[in-house]
């Protein structure tokens, strides 16, 4: 079985931490994470894809073992940046961006300002050019957020928790569930991998980007898969196709049993349906 390196690179005066999953020479797959999760939430799609690729997939500021920023600066502008940063000092060329809900976000944003096509192909997992007021408002991520316990006494005390919002989870989707979301700490207690203090603190004070990026959407040039979670609250049918409708490079699927974090609740699904599509590209 695939096991990653750590490596790390120093970008925008943080260091970043990456996963790199071997076959050296094999096209690249560049993997972005959501914003409550870290690069070995995405070890499923590694994995899989591990023995075609060159797996790429890095902590994002302020999540996993990437430092959390100071400052507090996690907008789209400033991760963009980070993925522009780690493109360059890779030397990456010719890639598949694949990224999830907030890493989803940052694909198309660089996809959009980029001057130079270095993606062969992407893959938007549940997210689209804005979250739609008509099933989950900003604001009410926000309120979520600061209902968030910061810590947990023990993984049965943050399984109890996972249980409680999430009740439909199988027992591996929940087990999936804990190690993509959270660690242990020196002195055992539970923590979220992310930097959740900052992430409220740039909701509340960060400049405010638009909610509307459509413009992304049309603007992509590369083959590029959608996938939404049947159960998603953050995407819609009807916005995954638009999308697709909206750009002829653009196809999207729905995978059944699933919700946001598609890969976590139907991985081999999942797996399938963007194997599918790079086939098709090839």
Known sequence: MAKPK??????????????????????????????????????????????????????????????????????????????????????LENIVLLGHSLGGSIAMSYLYYNPRNVAKAAVIEDVGPHIEKTIRSSSSIQAELERTPKMFPSWEHAAAYWKKIRPELSKPALERRLKSSMQASENGVITWVWDISGLLNHMKNGPKGTDDRWDYVKAITCPTLVVRGSES????????????????????????????????????????????????ID
């Open 6 to 91: 750590d490596r790390y690179l120093k970008i925008n005066g943080l260091t970043i931490h990456y996963l790199d999953w071997g076959n050296t020479g094999a096209p690249i797959m560049l993997i972005l994470h959501g914003v409550t999760r870290f690069a070995h939430a995405m070890d499923g799609i590694a994995r899989f894809f591990a023995d075609r690729f060159q797996v790429l997939a890095y902590d994002l500021r302020g999540h996993g073992t990437s430092d959390w920023d100071p400052k507090g600066h996690y907008g789209l502008d400033t991760h963009r940046s980070d993925l522009q940063s780690v493109v360059d000092l890779l030397n």
């Open 233 to 280: 609250e953050i995407l819609s049918q009807e916005v995954a196709a638009r999308m697709s409708n909206e750009n002829p490079h653009i196809s999207w699927v729905e995978i059944p049993k699933a919700g946001h974090a598609v890969h976590t609740d139907n991985l081999d699904s999942f797996n399938s349906k963007v194997s599918n599509f790079l086939r098709n």
